[in-house]
Antibody, heavy 116, light 110 residues
């Protein structure tokens, strides 16, 4: 059974850093395309970062230079290192798997709140 | 900046049929945009419904179908059920790497 479980969210001050984790089971994160998608309170969805099986990465302009996506194959875990956080980064962050041009499995999300 | 547009809200009667659309600021939506559709209910993660225009996931009810229609991606719900009331999001791929979600359609079943 495929399962994704995010963790690491919380309250952080503007300018601070946070690392989100997404523990995967039922498949190998290094074999598929993995995404971080966020949703600000009451707003729509935004794809913020993608990592391909070969290691190529993509970042939305809104987070480029501040966020870094990575994975640990030994732990079968996806990460999102977030730095220089801003109030507008406040959102629920989801990890999602992308297979053959389709997002299929999503985690339950972890809430990041950036506030002083 | 690429913008994906959806109807902000739609209303449908139970048992009726409704079509949600997904347009692109870059022009016509084509197969190379690999449209995806998701359903989201309050407090829940998005639930994938359709991928790559019209393919259904194993859990997608038969009443949901996807297509390309008039230069847009479309999601049609036939025989709408009360539990279909939710927000619906489309996703388009650009150049194989950029992914852009639409703003979402709030579907009311009334």
């Amino acid at each position: 059974e495929v399962k994704l479980v995010e963790s690491g969210g919380g309250l952080v001050q503007p300018g601070g850093s946070l690392r989100l984790s997404c523990a995967a089971s039922g498949f190998t994160v290094s074999s598929d395309v993995m995404n971080w998608v966020r949703q600000a309170p009451g707003k729509g969805l935004e794809c913020v970062s993608v990592i391909y099986s070969g290691g190529r990465t993509y970042y939305a302009d809104s987070v480029k230079g501040r966020f870094a996506i990575s994975r640990d194959n030994s732990k079968n875990t996806l990460y999102l290192q977030m730095s220089n956080l801003r109030a507008e980064d406040t959102a629920v962050y989801y990890c999602a798997r992308d297979v053959s041009w389709g997002y299929d499995y999503w985690g339950q999300g972890t809430l990041v709140t950036v506030s002083s | 900046q690429t913008v994906v547009t959806q109807e902000p809200s739609l209303t449908v009667s139970p048992g009726g049929t409704v079509t949600l659309t997904c347009g692109s600021s870059t022009g016509a939506v084509t197969s190379s945009n690999h449209p995806n559709w998701f359903q989201q209910k309050p407090g829940q993660a998005p639930r994938p419904l359709i991928y790559d225009i019209s393919n259904k996931h194993s859990w997608t009810p038969a009443r949901f179908s996807g297509s390309l229609l008039g230069g847009k991606a479309a999601l049609t719900l036939s025989g709408v059920q009360p539990e279909d009331e939710a927000d619906y999001y489309c996703l388009l791929f650009y150049g194989g790497i950029q992914r852009v979600f639409g703003g979402g359609t709030k579907l009311t079943v009334l």
